[in-house]
């Protein structure tokens, strides 16, 4: 992998990122988070260098249209990230393959080769683990807040819940790691919303 570049793309992304307070969950730790976990991943996956190269790129982007819109935005982080690594010469196919890994990350959109896989689990990951509950909590602080409203605990608990008991683990390493404490999550969130 190509050290200096990724410093540089860190460096760019915690720019892009670092005045926007009000971001309590999709932050550039998140990002940082995000590309450990897809390295984590990649490793145990064995996935090629190359591939682990354009995966890490993804993740550090994977978030940046946040700072241009909130909602529906994963198209601008693709544009985000094309337009920087175009300006450092990459390869247009490989910024391609970088696009559709940062697309890949939508929630609702299902992967569709193995590296979309490994970006799908590392950025679902931090809500399946122990700090689960503050992570979703600071979600909806940061949603709460860039979109002036108030979500009362009963309706986000359903939502939260919409999401969880229908997510899955794609890669081997996820599921054999993650599933169970994605199962128990899921069991006391549905405790919170009989209450």
């Known amino acids: 992998m190509n050290k200096d570049l990724l410093q540089d793309i860190k460096d760019y992304v915690n720019y892009l990122m670092l005045p926007l307070d009000v971001l309590y969950y999709h932050h550039y730790e998140h990002a ?9 991943l990649g490793k145990k996956e064995k996935i090629s260098e190359k591939e682990m190269e354009l995966l890490t790129i ?6 940046t249209g946040f700072v241009i819109q909130y909602d529906d935005n994963e198209k601008i982080w693709a544009k985000i990230a094309q337009n920087y690594l175009r300006t450092v010469l990459y390869p247009e196919e490989d910024i391609h393959i970088i696009q559709n890994l940062i697309i890949a990350t939508e929630p609702s959109r299902k ?3 193995f590296l979309e896989k490994i970006i799908k689990d590392a950025d679902m990951d ?6 689960f509950f503050e992570a ?3 979600l909806k602080q940061e949603r709460e807040t860039i979109k002036n409203i108030k979500i009362k605990d009963p309706d986000w608990h359903h939502a939260s819940l919409d999401i ?7 890669t081997p390493t996820q599921i054999r790691e993650r599933n169970a404490e994605l199962q128990k999550n899921t069991e006391k969130l549905k405790e919170k919303v009989k209450k």
């Open 32 to 40: 940082l988070s995000v590309m450990e976990r897809a390295i984590y």
């Open 58 to 63: 993804a993740a550090l982007f994977h978030d």
């Open 136 to 138: 979703w909590e600071r």
């Open 126 to 131: 931090n809500l399946w683990t122990n700090d």
């Open 164 to 170: 969880i008991q229908w997510h899955q683990f794609y």
């Open 111 to 113: 992967p569709k080769n």
